[in-house]
């Protein structure tokens, strides 16, 4: 069983920066692909980005060339780096793993977090 721990969210200015944290528990972090999603007040949550385990990457075209993931597997955590924040980033971010490989779909990760919030103020 793999827990997941988000952290770093908060309240910040537009054009303001966040890293979220995501610790994970269990020996297989390593193996997991690594993903991240977000729920904005009304709705659907989607995808944001994602990190194989041998370290590529995947991006929702919203976020591309502001949102940076990675992870260290050696402390076991992932991160997602928030540079120019907006107003409609607004939402939940949920911090995911699983073996399903490098993708969008939320279904094929088996782990996740409960989550933490970011508010973009304008």
């Known amino acids: 069983q793999v827990q997941l721990v988000e952290s770093g969210g908060g309240l910040v200015q537009a054009g303001g920066s966040l890293r979220l944290s995501c610790a994970a528990s269990?020996?297989?972090?390593?193996?997991?692909?690594m993903g991240w999603f977000r729920r904005a007040p009304g709705k659907e949550r989607e995808f944001v980005a994602a990190?194989?385990?041998?370290?590529?990457?995947l991006y929702a075209d919203s976020v591309k060339g502001r949102f940076t993931i990675s992870r260290d597997n050696v402390k076991s955590t992932a991160y997602l780096q928030i540079y120019s924040l907006k107003p409609e980033d607004t939402a939940v971010y949920y911090c995911?793993?699983?073996?399903?490989?490098?993708?969008?779909?939320?279904?094929?990760?088996?782990?996740w977090g409960q989550g933490t919030q970011v508010t973009v103020s304008t």
């Open positions: 995911s793993g699983g073996d399903g490989g490098l993708t969008t779909t939320p279904n094929a990760y088996d782990y």
């Open positions: 269990g020996r297989r972090f390593s193996t997991y692909t």
């Open positions: 990190i194989s385990w041998s370290g590529a990457t």
